[in-house]
């Protein structure tokens, strides 16, 4: 009887680990099959998620637009005066005295210039901070506009690339 117990406890428990087994092979095919789903779900979320980025970079360049890191520029900005700006963009013909040296102190100290009774606070020739009256600064008819054909080389030469950079 010992013996037939034997027997049958082996045949049950050698058909029990086959069971096991399979059940085992089973899941662990199940467990692959879902991580193998879960992959493709990633890389479709990926591949989605790329193209939603390229759109919205393809929609929108200039919020994309790299930065280039230059140097703060240290030297004031020099502007022409308002008219000049005005004609350069309308496309007219503009002298280029507005963009000599000469052109852009006049326009610079017509800027600084409020109401004609104010005062103005210029450097002197001895280093010392003068009160002057706004209107002895700048009169409209004290700096006339040179022509192009009478301007200097030298002035020429400074002019153009003011001009070409305001433009």
Not at 33 to 62: P, S, V
Not at 88 to 100: I, N, P, Q, R, S
Request: aromatic share 6%; with cysteine; glycine share 2%.
């Amino acid at each position: 009887a010992a013996r037939s117990l034997a027997v049958l406890w082996t045949l049950t428990n050698n058909a029990d680990k086959e069971h096991w087994n399979r059940r085992q092979d089973c899941l662990q095919e199940a467990r692959e099959r879902e991580e193998e789903e879960n992959e493709q779900c990633k890389q479709q979320y990926k591949d989605d998620k790329e193209a939603a980025r390229l759109e919205e970079r393809k929609k929108n360049k200039n919020k994309y637009a790299p930065l280039t890191c230059g140097k703060v520029p240290s030297d004031p900005t020099i502007l022409p005066a308002q008219y000049a700006t005005r004609k350069l963009k309308a496309g007219d013909y503009c002298e280029l005295h507005y963009f000599t040296n000469r052109g852009l102190e006049d326009a610079k100290a017509a800027t600084l210039i409020a109401e004609l009774d104010t005062m103005i606070m210029l450097p002197s020739s001895d280093g010392l901070h003068l009160w002057i009256p706004a209107a002895a600064v700048k009169d409209p008819k004290a700096a006339p506009v040179v022509k192009d054909e009478n301007l200097s080389w030298q002035d020429f030469n400074k002019a153009v690339p003011h001009m070409v950079s305001s433009m």
